[in-house]
DNA sequence: ACAAAAGTGTTCTTGATACACCCATGG
DNA sequence: CCATGGGTGTATCAAGAACACTTTTGT
């Protein structure tokens, strides 16, 4: 231990300790975050992500889920991911004191409330392409939100997340192609989610008209499993980062 | 934000900010994590993950890296692997005190020198698999540790942070089959690993003698790719979790 | 009849798997 | 000369990529 004289609850400068989060969702084709506007120094007037204090009384899930209800609205948290990202903790990263963020992504299906005032700033839908910079280091941890949702829809069946609860391969494969930015194959794409057992399951007789004109389409639910073995690659960018 | 009024340093009771290390190497053929033990309470006698606070002017990963140095006495960190897990800021997990955690796992090649004495405890090399029941959260953080491994050896280059500058493809192997426990077959191991570009890279005419007996085995060195495209899956273990 | 979107089938190529086999060294 | 570990070759099989084609709807 740095501190061989034991615990002192005074014995440094306080850190505060924040979650800020990531929340994405597939609005109209496009990838959209919610962001606040800010109301007061520093960057006012600047976006940020919504976020807040970690209570005495909670850890920075449980703060998490407490915001997110908050700035969207919803109650039910099942069928939602929210998951940690990292934390950011230089000590300049908020010039009136030393603020370390614990922060998250969370994915909603489409339509989950437009924007609910919880409180100070009115919260909002921005396409995700289109950010300017954000205050802080939000820049930074919405990047790596995407980056890690990117990555993740590769291994797992976290796609499904960003579906209502019934929904079409093709609405599915919207949110492959959406959040990689690369069109897919879409018999290779149906054939690789069907053979996945547990990624999805087809809800009996239904069907539903996607673009007005058209086949209707099957409707699916998703499965069980999380993981996706073996893994759904998107096409070969040569040398992608981790 | 959930403190309209502002940030007022003092307002709620004070968060300690540590850093803890899941510091692994691969010793004698076995995965080796370092530990400490603990000696007041809470926890008093049990052995716990290195790890210390955040100081006032310096990030956590600037904590991990000063706590790194001060346990195992590297000096030069190049080559040497630190990365964050997450952060652990369950209310209860001191009893002390509110403490919140950011975890990192740390990998390093065989003899980083046994134990040096930064401070407090002394530190020592346990087996992985023979570690008790440790202080605090620790049980889950190595455990998350090496979930986490073992998962970026799939489609990462990290393996080569487990060895020294120079290695042979048989040492390359054992770090996947003893993180992994499974046996790998060495012709189809040593083609893929050649085949993906930047992974590793020969050192044109070294040749070093391995188990005593046996050809001389040709000697690599870490190439400059960090990303395996495509994926050295581990056998199929169906329904791995992530 | 045509456009649009869902869904099926087929071919080709690549990569993974499971081996058998040869090479160099120490005892 | 045999055991041991490094290194090569090859046949087989499963998965991915590309694309032609059929089906069902609205206009």
Same mark, same amino acid.
């Given at each position: 231990?740095?501190?061989?004289?034991?615990?002192?609850?005074?014995?440094?400068?306080?850190?505060?300790?924040?979650?800020?989060?990531?929340?994405?969702?597939?609005?109209?084709?496009?990838?959209?975050?919610?962001?606040?506007?800010?109301?007061?120094?520093?960057?006012?007037?600047?976006?940020?992500?919504?976020?807040?204090?970690?209570?005495?009384?909670?850890?920075?899930?449980?703060?998490?889920?407490?915001?997110?209800?908050?700035?969207?609205?919803?109650?039910?948290?099942?069928?939602?991911?929210?998951?940690?990202?990292?934390?950011?903790?230089?000590?300049?990263?908020?010039?009136?004191?030393?603020?370390?963020?614990?922060?998250?992504?969370?994915?909603?299906?489409?339509?989950?409330?437009?924007?609910?005032?919880?409180?100070?700033?009115?919260?909002?839908?921005?396409?995700?392409?289109?950010?300017?910079?954000?205050?802080?280091?939000?820049?930074?941890?919405?990047?790596?939100?995407?980056?890690?949702?990117? !990555?993740? $829809?590769?291994?797992?069946?976290? *796609? /499904? =997340?960003?579906? %209502? +609860?019934?929904?079409?391969?093709?609405?599915?494969?919207?949110?492959?192609?959406?959040?990689?930015?690369?069109?897919?194959?879409?018999?290779?794409?149906?054939?690789?989610?069907?053979?996945?057992?547990?990624?999805?399951?087809?809800?009996?007789?239904?069907?539903?008209?996607?673009?007005?004109?058209?086949?209707? !389409?099957? $409707?699916?639910?998703?499965?069980? *499993? /999380? =993981?996706?073995? %073996? +893994?759904?690659?998107?096409?070969?960018?040569?040398?992608?980062?981790?």
């Amino acid at each position: 231990m740095t501190s061989p004289e034991g615990y002192d609850k005074y014995a440094f400068e306080p850190f505060a300790v924040t979650v800020d989060l990531a929340v994405l969702t597939l609005r109209a084709g496009t990838l959209q975050v919610l962001l606040v506007e800010r109301g007061q120094e520093p960057y006012a007037g600047r976006w940020a992500l919504p976020g807040g204090f970690v209570l005495p009384d909670e850890s920075a899930e449980e703060a998490a889920w407490r915001e997110l209800a908050e700035e969207t609205g919803v109650t039910d948290g099942s069928g939602l991911h929210l998951e940690q990202l990292r934390t950011y903790s230089e000590p300049g990263r908020d010039p009136r004191m030393r603020v370390v963020t614990v922060a998250f992504a969370a994915l909603l299906p489409d339509p989950p409330v437009p924007h609910g005032g919880g409180d100070a700033a009115q919260a909002q839908w921005l396409r995700f392409d289109a950010v300017g910079p954000l205050a802080f280091d939000h820049d930074r941890i919405l990047a790596d939100a995407h980056d890690r949702v990117g !990555a993740k $829809l590769e291994y797992t069946c976290l *796609a /499904t =997340a960003f579906c %209502p +609860p019934e929904f079409t391969l093709g609405e599915l494969q919207q949110v492959y192609e959406t959040v990689w930015g690369t069109p897919l194959d879409r018999p290779n794409f149906r054939r690789k989610v069907l053979a996945t057992p547990g990624f999805v399951e087809q809800v009996p007789g239904a069907a539903r008209l996607t673009g007005g004109r058209g086949k209707p !389409a099957a $409707l699916y639910r998703a499965g069980g *499993a /999380t =993981a996706l073995h %073996p +893994p759904l690659l998107r096409p070969t960018t040569e040398g992608r980062p981790r």
